[in-house]
Structure formats: structure tokens, C-alpha cells
């Protein structure tokens, strides 16, 4: 037999959450005051407006680490927003937090990607006094380029997902895709390395092979148990101190051998030369800047970066090949 749960009894479900989760009901609310939904909460209506949203969809062909891959297996900004919402899923569930709010936030995180990854934040820095950052832009796309008129907790999510970014989340949930972010790419990004013949499962540090163990679901499975273990116990939310100096060792690791690798420079240089051209091309010729995409109010250094954040990789190669020469050869597509 079934049940109908409208909205109300739903958000009645929530009283059973832990004292610090996250109620739907207790929301600081949306821009423009809107009438709730019958049958969803407010978390619920954020989950799916960014699931639908044009720039989650543009994900599925940004970089990840690696860049333009020809494999199919590896990971791509898409995949990786669906494995940290899985994790985040498991940690908020663990510890009695809203899992749909962690939800929305994980799908949402990562949305203000430029094309070829973080090389991208660092192509358009110069450009800006303070730098630029994804997940500024992230806010940026829910609120301006694409209002969705998401909650105030889930923006606030997004926008201090990474943990240079201070202040930190204002709810549990937002903290608790700071980890699941982390635990996501250092795993698959591991996998992606040794799929890619860059890394041995020899080659990782001894105290990542001695308490995370192979590569893959396990590390997933060790570091979210860090995580849960910890927090009940010491009433606060973070991983274990003896796992999460083992994870700082490992991102150590990884930058150097992967992310920061001499291989990885070449093919990083080339993509902000790829993204800097598409920039200073706008800029002088802001007519050719889409009507659909463009927020009339803004400076044109904002439009411009707003236009060329926002293209997939393929996108921008594609661009780049009409407008100028072909894109450098360290950008072909890499064998796997």
C-alpha cells in the first residue's frame, strides 16, 4: 500500500535529524520569496533545479585532472560532482545530517569550472585584482547567468566548498562536502593516474598504503569511517587526526607527482594560452559575445570571463581552432 508525503510531512521527518543538521523548514530562505512546493522541500527544489540546470550539464565535458583524455574511463567534472555527492550522501547520512542539502551542494559544487580545470582559475587571475575562483563563479552562475534562486544555505554551500575559502560553511552539510570533495579526488584522480601509467600502487606513500590500502572503494570506505568515528566521538565534525595527516600527506603526493608533474605543466601552459587568446579575443571583440549568456549589467571583463569560464574543454578547442591556429599539440587528445 502507499503513502502520499507532501511537503509538511517531509520536513516533519527532519525533527528525528541531529540537533546541528540542517532543517528545510529553518532555511534563511531564497532572494525572491517564493511559494513552497507541494510535495518537495526547499533542499529537494535546490537538488533539482541544479540537476537540470545548463551548467551541471556542461560538466560531463570539462577536465577533471586530466586534460581532453581519449579514454573513456576517465573522470570528468561530472562524474566527479556524482561521486562527492555519493560520499557526501554517506557521511550526512551517518551522522544524522540533511542529506538532501548535502546533496544539492555536492551537485552544485563544482559548476563554475572554466574549461581544463583549475588551469583555468589560473588563466583568468591576472585579470582580476583579487584573482577568481570556481566557486565564486559557482554562486555566480545560480544567482546571475542562470538564476535558479537556490536557498541561501545551499549558495553558501557552494560558495566555501574548497578550504582556502574562509569563511567555512555555515551548516554542517556544507563542512561536510569540504571532506567528501577531498575523499572523491584523491581517490579517483589516484586511479586516474595509474590508469594513465603516471603512478604504481608501489609508488604512493607508505602511510597511504598502510592505512588507506589499495587504491579505489576501500581509501573511499577508510576515510569516510574517519570521518564518522571521529565526529561521534569528539562531538565535532572533522576526520581522525592520525587519517587526515595520512590524507595531507597524500594531496602532498599527488600535487607533486601529478597535478604539478612536468608532463602536466606542458599540457597546463598550453591551456591557459588557449583560454588567455579566447579572453583578449572578446575583449576586443565584445559583439561576438552570445546575447543568451550575458548579463548586460556586468563590466566586460566580467562578461567576457563569464563567456569563457563557462565553455566545455571541447568548446573552447573548437573556438580557439576558428579563430586562430590549432590548439597546441600537448592538448590532443592523451591515449588511455
Known amino acids: 500500500m502507499f503513502i502520499r508525503r507532501d511537503r509538511e510531512a517531509r520536513e516533519a521527518e527532519e525533527g528525528a535529524l541531529a540537533p546541528v543538521a540542517t532543517r528545510s523548514a529553518a532555511s534563511r ?16 527544489r535546490d537538488r533539482d533545479r541544479i540537476l537540470h540546470s545548463k551548467a551541471f550539464r556542461r560538466l560531463k565535458h570539462k577536465t577533471q585532472v586530466f586534460l581532453n583524455p581519449e579514454g573513456d574511463h576517465y573522470v570528468t567534472r561530472l562524474t566527479h560532482a556524482l561521486q562527492v555527492t555519493q560520499v557526501a550522501r554517506a557521511i550526512a547520512g551517518g551522522l544524522g545530517l540533511n542529506e538532501t542539502l548535502a546533496e544539492a551542494i555536492a551537485l552544485g559544487h563544482d559548476v563554475g569550472h572554466t574549461p581544463f580545470g583549475h588551469t583555468g582559475e589560473d588563466a583568468l587571475a591576472p585579470y582580476f585584482t583579487h584573482g577568481w575562483h570556481h566557486a565564486a563563479q559557482g554562486v555566480r552562475i545560480f544567482e546571475t547567468l542562470e538564476d535558479c534562486n537556490l536557498t541561501w544555505e545551499v549558495r553558501d554551500g557552494i560558495r566555501a566548498h574548497t578550504w582556502r575559502i574562509d569563511p567555512p560553511p555555515h551548516t554542517a552539510e556544507g563542512l561536510v562536502v569540504r571532506y567528501a570533495d577531498r575523499i572523491a579526488y584523491l581517490t579517483h584522480d589516484a586511479l586516474d593516474a595509474i590508469r594513465a601509467g603516471l603512478l604504481t600502487e ?22 569516510v569511517r574517519g570521518v564518522l568515528d571521529f565526529t561521534v566521538a569528539a562531538d565535532v565534525l572533522a576526520m581522525r ?20 608533474s612536468p608532463d602536466s605543466e ?71
Not at 587526526?241 to 604539478?260: I, K
Not at 565553455?311 to 576558428?322: F, P, V
Open 241 to 260: 587526526p592520525d587519517l587526515l595527516e595520512v590524507m595531507h600527506e597524500l594531496r602532498d603526493f599527488m600535487f607533486e607527482r601529478v597535478y604539478a
Open 202 to 223: 608501489a609508488d604512493f606513500p607508505a602511510a597511504t598504503r598502510e592505512y588507506l590500502g589499495r587504491p579505489g572503494t576501500l581509501w573511499v570506505d577508510r576515510m
Open 29 to 44: 530562505g531564497r532572494a525572491r520569496p517564493e511559494e513552497p512546493d507541494p510535495f518537495r522541500t526547499a533542499f529537494d
Open 266 to 336: 606542458r599540457g597546463r601552459q598550453a591551456a591557459i594560452a588557449v583560454i588567455r587568446r579566447l579572453v583578449e579575443h572578446h575583449l576586443a571583440h565584445p559583439d561576438q559575445l552570445p546575447a543568451s549568456y550575458r548579463d548586460n549589467d556586468a563590466d566586460l571583463m566580467t562578461q567576457v570571463t563569464d563567456w569563457v569560464a563557462g565553455m566545455t574543454d571541447r568548446y573552447a578547442l573548437s573556438l580557439h581552432d576558428r579563430l586562430f591556429d590549432p590548439a597546441p599539440p600537448e592538448l590532443a587528445r592523451q591515449p588511455g
